[in-house]
């Protein structure tokens, strides 16, 4: 079995509500400056390990991600310049306790406990370089759930495209290598249940296959 492409990355920051379609879905506007917030590391799992559910929180949700590995330290980057400090990319399942969410946004608390749990950031199932995806980025990336498609999209669909994103971040932010930067999921998300198969795609990197069972 393949571990995930980076162990226990120092720090993953991820973007929110980067599509626009799936700000729709989840009745948000579409952001004028990117929405930023942070995962543990501790809950980075590799292909084929399982998802595990915790019980009495309700709905649990795929979304398929593209992330980035940073590879150098990165601060006060402008956009021109921010792709010379990416060192490959990969797949990212960035699993969120959906109505543990919404409540943590009715009382303004942060997305962190509800994306964060143990196994919820599945990764991998290797890193591509970015020679290997070409500029600008314009892959396709599917979920599919037990065999049947529910997110489809391509990354040219981001609101804010991956330099914008280093840039903003790394005003304030410093990246450090080993880094990720998880780039935001396209609409469909959806619930995932014990006994279900996780399957994230995305073109020129490959598939990240994950089970799902109840904790």
Known sequence: MLRPPVLRPPKIIALGLNYALHAKEGNAAVPQEPIIFMKAGSSVIGPGETILL????????????????????????KKKDAMKYVAGFTILNDVTARELQSKDLEKK??????????????????IVTPDELGSPIQVGLE??????SRQKSNTRSMVFDIPTQIEFITQNITFEPGDILST???????????????????ERIGELKNPVKNK
């Open 109 to 126: 608390h942060p997305w962190f406990r509800s994306k964060s749990f143990d196994t919820f950031t599945p990764m991998g199932p290797w």
């Open 184 to 202: 935001g999921t396209p609409h469909g998300i959806g619930p995932i249940e014990d006994g279900d198969e996780v399957v994230c795609r995305i």
């Open 54 to 77: 915790p019980q009495g929180l309700g709905r649990m949700d795929h979304e398929v991600e593209l992330a980035v590995i940073i590879g150098r330290r990165a601060t006060g980057v």
């Open 143 to 148: 979920c599919r759930v037990n065999g049947k």
